[in-house]
């Protein structure tokens, strides 16, 4: 009993010691990449612009239907893009990870999503949970898995080029 107590005030405790919010910047997780990517396939030879652009561009087919990155994010990454009121039509989890089913009138107020290109939104690619988590929950949805090492610095390093 005593021992269950403690460990519940310890998980909720536990967060509040962490350390602050995962900080890192674009250089570091391309860096971070690009070990991944040479480990994934030993011809790795450097992140593609061209390559990114084209998968970000690229609507890829699923059992999950016909998505692709620039549904959600400008075909221009250095514009922002309405996530609420806006042409998207995508299912409130796409872009609420976890909330299937959700529903609340709120959906009505206009929110957006802001441009991803860190020359238009320097906040982009500094937390390295949010890349993660949004990696994993974006990939998962346009393309039905994980993106590669290759895949992700390919993107980060086209979405640097647009200045
Ligand atoms: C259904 C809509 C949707 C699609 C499709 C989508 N995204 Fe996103 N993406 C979001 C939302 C919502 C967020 C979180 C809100 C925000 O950060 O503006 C986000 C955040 C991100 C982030 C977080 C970056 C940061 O540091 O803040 C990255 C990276 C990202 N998306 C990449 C992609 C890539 C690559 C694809 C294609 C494989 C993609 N997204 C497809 C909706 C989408
Ligand atoms: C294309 C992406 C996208 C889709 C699809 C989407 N949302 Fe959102 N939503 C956002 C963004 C971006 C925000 C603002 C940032 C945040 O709070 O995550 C937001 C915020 C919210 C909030 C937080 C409260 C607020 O006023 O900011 C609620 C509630 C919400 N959305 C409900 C919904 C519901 C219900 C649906 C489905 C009918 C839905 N959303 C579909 C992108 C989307």
């Known amino acids: 009993m005593f021992i269950r107590l403690l460990s519940t005030l310890l998980c909720v ?30 011809g790795f030879s450097g992140f ?3 390559r990114g652009r084209a998968f970000y561009m690229k609507v890829h087919t699923t059992a999950n239907g016909e998505h692709a990155c620039v549904h959600c994010h400008s075909a221009d990454p250095r514009q922002t893009v309405e996530g609420h009121t806006g042409a998207i039509r995508a299912d409130c989890a ?10 609340s009138d709120r ?10 290109a860190p020359s238009a939104n320097p906040a982009r690619f500094t937390d390295s949970d949010k890349v993660t988590l949004w990696f994993d929950v974006n ?17 980060l390093t086209w979405l640097l080029s647009v200045k």
């Open 13 to 42: 405790l536990a967060p509040l010691f962490a350390p602050p919010a995962s900080a890192t910047d674009p250089e570091a997780l391309l860096a971070t990449w690009a070990r991944a990517a040479n480990a994934e396939s030993p």
């Open 139 to 155: 990939c998962f949805y346009v393309v039905g898995r994980a993106c590669t090492a290759t895949e992700k610095g390919d993107i």
């Open 48 to 50: 593609s612009p061209e």
């Open 94 to 103: 796409a872009c609420h990870p976890g909330s299937t089913g959700m529903k």
């Open 107 to 116: 959906s009505r107020i206009r929110r957006d999503i802001k441009p991803l």
